[in-house]
C-alpha cells in the first residue's frame, strides 16, 4: 500500500467547509479553558447527542476526558478573532471575553450563532485524536451567521454577499481567477507583452457560471475558492471580482504558474492587480487572509480569512 502524505491528506480533508467552534470546559480547579475546532458534528435527536474531537497530544486532554462535560459554541461569523485565539497557544484565552457558565457548567461564550451545554456521554479513541460524545443538556441559537472554514481559510458569507453588492447594475463585470499552486500563481500574457491574472467578461450566465468558464479553460482541477477582491476599476471601466481559488499539481492549458518575487510582479502591466497580488504575497506569508473593496487605487481590507 502506498504511504498517504499526512500533509495531502490534511489538505483534502479541509476541502470539506465547515463550521468554526470554540470547546470549552474547566479545569481540576475550576479555571476555564478551551480550543478552536471544526470537527463537530451533530449525531442524535434522541437522545441528544454531538461529537468534537479533540487530539492527542493536545494539553487540554486531560481536563476534557475527565471531566462531567463541555460546551461546543458555534462561532458567528464576525468572531474570527476569538477563533485565533483559542487557536493559539495563550495564558488567558478567557481574558476581555464575554462569557458564563452554561445550565451544565460549561463555559458558554457571548454572541455566538448558537451553543450546546453537554455531558460528557462516551469517549471513543480513534488513532491520533480521541472523539467526545457529548449529550446535551442545554441550548441556545441567534440570528447571527456561523463563520465558515475551508482550505485552510476563514470564511464569512454575509461580507462577501455585501461585497457584491455593492456592483451596480447595468456596469461591464469582469471576474478574474487568482489560482494557488503551493507557493505559485497561475499568470497569463495579457496580449500588450505583459502579465495579469486570468479573467472574463461576465455574461448574462452570471458571476459563478463565469468563474467556471474561466477555470475550466486553464485546464486544471481547480477549485472556486473565498472572494478576494472586489471593486470599481475606473481605468478600465468596469467592476471587477477576484476569486481566491486552489489547483492541482498538473500543468495549466494557458499560463503557467510563477512565482511572485519582484521580477515578476514588475512584470505586470495592470498596477491594481499588481497592488493586489503584493499584498497576497504578504498575507500568504503570515497566513492571514482578507477582502478588498474600493477602487482600483484605495479601499479597504477586512481580515475576512485567516489560515491556522
Not at 110 to 123: E, K, N, P
Not at 142 to 161: D, H, I
Request: overall charge negative.
Amino acid at each position: 500500500m502506498t504511504a498517504i502524505d499526512p500533509r495531502a491528506l490534511r489538505d483534502a480533508f479541509g476541502a470539506f467547509m465547515t463550521g468554526v467552534t470554540v470547546v470549552t470546559t474547566h479545569d481540576g480547579t475550576g479555571n476555564p479553558l478551551g480550543f478552536t475546532a471544526n470537527s463537530f458534528t451533530s449525531v442524535s435527536l434522541d437522545p441528544p447527542l454531538l461529537l468534537v474531537c479533540l487530539a492527542n497530544s493536545s494539553r487540554n486532554y486531560q481536563a476534557f476526558t475527565q471531566g462531567r462535560g463541555f460546551a461546543v459554541n458555534i462561532l458567528a461569523e464576525d468572531q474570527k478573532d476569538i477563533s485565533n485565539t483559542f487557536a493559539r497557544p495563550s495564558e488567558d484565552r478567557f481574558r476581555d471575553l464575554h462569557w458564563w457558565p452554561g445550565p451544565h457548567g460549561a463555559p458558554v461564550i457571548g454572541d455566538v450563532s448558537a451553543w450546546f451545554d453537554c455531558a460528557l456521554h462516551q469517549i471513543i479513541e480513534a488513532g491520533d485524536h480521541v472523539i467526545l460524545l457529548g449529550r446535551v443538556e442545554a441550548f441556545d441559537t441567534s440570528p447571527a451567521s456561523g463563520l465558515g472554514y475551508a482550505r485552510g481559510a476563514y470564511v464569512r458569507p454575509q461580507v462577501e454577499t455585501k461585497a457584491l453588492d455593492r456592483i451596480e447594475a447595468g456596469v461591464e463585470v469582469r471576474v478574474s481567477a487568482l489560482i494557488r499552486q503551493g507557493e505559485r500563481v497561475l499568470l497569463v500574457n495579457d496580449r500588450e507583452g505583459g502579465l495579469t491574472l486570468p479573467e472574463v467578461k461576465v455574461g448574462a450566465e452570471g458571476v459563478s457560471a463565469a468563474l467556471a468558464r474561466l477555470l475550466a479553460a486553464t485546464g486544471l482541477n481547480a477549485q472556486p475558492g473565498f472572494l478576494y477582491a472586489v471593486y470599481e476599476d475606473t481605468a478600465r471601466s468596469c467592476q471587477h471580482i477576484t476569486f481566491h481559488c486552489d489547483a492541482e499539481g498538473e500543468a495549466p492549458a494557458l499560463g503557467a504558474f510563477t512565482e511572485l518575487v519582484p521580477s515578476t510582479l514588475m512584470d505586470l502591466a495592470d498596477p491594481a492587480t499588481c497592488q493586489m497580488l503584493k499584498r497576497f504575497v504578504e498575507e500568504a506569508r503570515i497566513g492571514s487572509f482578507g477582502v478588498y473593496y474600493g477602487n482600483q487605487t484605495s479601499g479597504e481590507v477586512r481580515g475576512v480569512f485567516a489560515g491556522s
